[in-house]
């Protein structure tokens, strides 16, 4: 059949595997959306499967409609009604569908944007009486809560990650915990209280809510595991044990269940992905095992060049792990090439010369990318890409989702969903400038607690109430005016389009935000996108669900040599790739190297360990090298910073594990000055470091 033509004999036991638990481990580039696309498109066009009953589960939106284009295109139309769609997505699906099992009082609650979800953790720890009374007159108090907002953040994400929902920390018996633990569960609890009454969830919310409404009313799961026939999970060695529990209730009533993915590709144990999940699948899901466990092990790489692959299996086998690293293309090429420099400068200067000789060769810019552990060491490698007047695109440091201008257009929008909520009114209040300050929004506020009204009736109460001077209370009449407007159209039905551009245009936010010094680069392409998005989902509730489960960037190919950074590169490949600032304290990471491995206890939701340690950032080279097509380009410093921040470097012992070897770096004439004097008199030196 032409949708296992070209298919190697494990690609295609993949997509011929029966039901029961398959487990597909796939290294990189060995062809898993091919087989997971060819798996669907064979269900439905060879075996006649009803595609409807078909669920596959990704990491992102991009990946979920590439996914769906290549399996219509394998299989035909029909394959259309097929699910494909990401983890958040089915997870909020469910929520809505089921709202009161879930535990929420109403369908029309929205998913908080990462603004609005800060807002409401820095609410939560004054609410929580933690940290005292807040002091706003004392620069390094305000810091230190600040910091420990942060540290609540990433706690509380961990936990619901593991499972452990507010619930679960207001449970009288629940065990005691050491004083940062319970320091943080207040603030969860406070959390938890602002978040629900201004009707939002979180991200980690969705899953925990979708799970409560499955495992507490078993007409709940009948209904959504009673629709799936085949399920798919994408990326499956990134998920948490939240995912994990969702995943198993979506399956049990078919037992089909094909995992795809790559423990030596698995990066975010920081986010509480679950260790060796691929190969410790059959233990982990044992219900679901029961009923027969196939594993395919795919191989074949269809990316790099043994040359390239190479170093990169030698690399993670220093991990603990069953087997050696086994990964292959058959295909010659040039060596991993290894470069030092003496300062970070002309590491550089030093990668934009061998990009710019690859252009005039005739490689596309496109084609070629640089890749660093962390932002520091591209901003240096972006300047000299400028200097150097070589086309190249910067990897944003947020998605699509986290753009300010693209917030701003969501909280006046959250508002039309629902006009009680303060802290979208707090973030738009002064966006375009009306003369709206601190005290005017804090004034607003009061007026529409105290009498019980949404916000755009207590606006327009301003003026008669004399709480704010009479020019503000003209502006804040007509934006409420504005406001009741938005509340109408949500409450009519009107097309999300038309909801957009009444933000856009009607208000002024686009010529109020054009119009600022520091406008962004982005704002043409974050509205071009808004309106894009708004046209593709008409309801606008479905929109406003759509637009807050974002998790990746949704903007076109970006043009030039791509400058980003390692975990943002997973999925993609270029021909040439470099990787920068392999050093120690860089890749690795010097917070893996001074925490080292900690895989967190399974059986207890409230560790928060699980860090990678240095195993994780193995597993970060490796994904590093093998983007490349034809050849990859490593390279580390001596000297990085700028300034008084100068500080020495040494390679990574990543470079002597993957046996590319080390060469000897030329000291600068500055760098040899800085080290005599360091040393003070000495004898004869090498003048090499």
Same mark, same amino acid.
């Given at each position: 059949m032409e949708i296992l033509e070209g298919l190697d004999d494990a690609q295609r036991a993949g997509v011929l595997a029966g039901g029961g638990l398959v487990v597909l481990p796939s290294g990189a580039g060995? %062809?898993? $959306?091919?087989?997971? $696309? !060819?798996? =669907?498109? @064979?269900?439905?066009?060879?075996?006649g499967q009803d595609a409807a009953g078909i669920l596959a589960v990704t990491f992102t939106n991009r990946a979920a409609r590439e996914m769906l284009d290549r399996a219509v295109a394998l299989g035909g139309a029909s394959v259309a009604a097929a699910r494909i769609q990401t983890l958040h997505s089915l997870a909020a699906? +469910?929520?809505?569908? @089921?709202? !009161?099992?879930? /535990?929420?009082?109403s369908r029309d609650w929205g998913i908080a944007s990462p603004a609005e979800r800060s807002a409401a953790m820095c609410l939560a720890v004054d609410m929580s009486g933690v940290l005292g009374p807040a002091d706003a007159g004392d620069p390094e108090a305000s810091a230190r809560r600040r910091e420990f907002a942060a540290e609540c953040e990433r706690r509380i994400d961990r936990w619901k990650e593991n499972g452990l929902a507010a619930d679960d920390v207001r449970a009288p018996g629940r065990p005691r915990r050491g004083a940062a633990d319970e320091d943080c569960a207040r603030v969860y609890l406070a959390y938890d209280e602002t978040m629900r009454g201004q009707g939002l969830v979180d991200f980690g919310d969705l899953t925990i809510l979708a799970v409560r409404a499955l495992e507490r009313d078993p007409a709940v799961l009948a209904e959504e595991a009673g629709r799936i026939m085949w399920m798919m999970v994408d990326e499956a060695q990134d998920i948490n044990r939240i995912q994990l529990r969702l995943v198993t209730l979506l399956a049990s009533a078919c037992g089909n269940l094909l995992l795809v993915g790559d423990d030596d590709q698995s990066l975010y144990s920081f986010r509480g992905a679950i260790e060796r999940l691929m190969d410790r699948a059959p233990l982990l899901m044992p219900e679901l095992a029961a009923r027969g466990v196939t594993v395919v092990r795919l191989v074949a790489n269809r990316r790099c060049t043994d040359a390239v692959l190479a170093p990169a299996n030698l690399l993670v086998d220093y991990n603990t792990r069953d087997e050696p690293k086994v990964l292959r293309s058959g295909r010659d090429g040039p060596a991993v090439s290894v470069s030092g420099h003496p300062t970070d400068a002309a590491e550089a200067e030093a990668v934009a010369r061998s990009a710019a000789r690859l252009i005039a060769e005739g490689t596309a810019p496109e084609r070629i990318a640089v890749l660093g552990r962390a932002k520091f060491p591209m901003? $240096?490698?972006e300047r000299a890409f400028v200097k150097a007047n070589i086309p190249h695109s910067m990897q944003a440091g947020n998605g699509f989702i986290e753009r300010s201008e693209v917030q701003d257009v969501l909280a006046y929008l959250r508002l039309a969903a629902d006009p009680d909520a303060g802290l979208p009114f707090t973030r738009i209040a002064a966006r375009p400038t009306r003369g709206l300050g601190a005290a005017a929004v804090d004034a607003v506020l009061g007026l529409a607690r105290g009498?019980?009204?949404?916000?755009?009736?207590?606006l327009a109460m301003c003026g008669d109430a004399k709480v704010l001077k009479a020019k503000a209370a003209a502006e804040a009449a007509r934006l409420g005016q504005q406001l009741a407007t938005l509340a109408r159209g949500a409450r009519n039905g009107e097309p999300s389009a038309d909801m957009v551009r009444f933000v856009l245009d009607d208000i002024g936010y686009r010529a109020w935000a054009a119009s600022r010094e520091d406008a962004p680069r982005t704002l043409g392409a974050s509205f071009e996108a808004l309106a894009d998005i708004a046209r593709a989902q008409p309801s606008f509730t479905e929109f406003l669900s759509d637009m807050c489960l974002l998790a990746d960037p949704e903007e076109r190919a970006a043009e030039g040599v791509h400058l980003g950074t390692l975990h %943002? !590169?997973?999925?993609?490949?270029?021909? @040439?790739?470099? +990787?920068?600032?392999?050093? *120690? /304290?860089?890749?690795?990471?010097?917070?893996? +190297? #001074? *925490?080292?491995?900690?895989? /967190? #206890?399974? %059986? #207890?939701?409230?560790?928060? /360990?699980?860090?990678? %340690? =240095?195993? *994780? *950032?193995?597993?970060?080279? @490796?994904?590093?090298? $093998?983007?490349?097509r034809q050849q990859a380009h490593v390279s580390f410093a001596m000297q990085r910073g700028l300034g008084p921040m100068r500080r020495p470097s040494k390679p990574s012992r990543f470079l002597r594990e993957a046996e590319l070897g080390v060469p000897k770096v030329q000291a600068s004439f500055a760098q040899a000055q800085a080290a005599r004097s360091a040393k003070g008199p000495a004898k004869r030196r090498t003048s090499f470091l």
């Open positions: 060995t %062809g898993k $959306t091919r087989v997971l $696309t !060819s798996r =669907i498109a @064979h269900l439905v066009a060879a075996r699906r +469910i929520v809505r569908r @089921h709202f !009161s099992a879930a /535990g929420l009082a901003q $240096t490698v009498n019980g009204v949404p916000l755009h009736e207590a %943002g !590169s997973k999925g993609l490949e270029w021909d @040439h790739v470099f +990787i920068v600032a392999m050093e *120690e /304290g860089v890749l690795p990471h010097q917070r893996a +190297i #001074d *925490e080292g491995a900690r895989p /967190g #206890d399974p %059986g #207890d939701p409230w560790d928060t /360990g699980g860090a990678g %340690g =240095i195993e *994780e *950032e193995r597993r970060l080279a @490796h994904v590093g090298l $093998t983007r490349a």
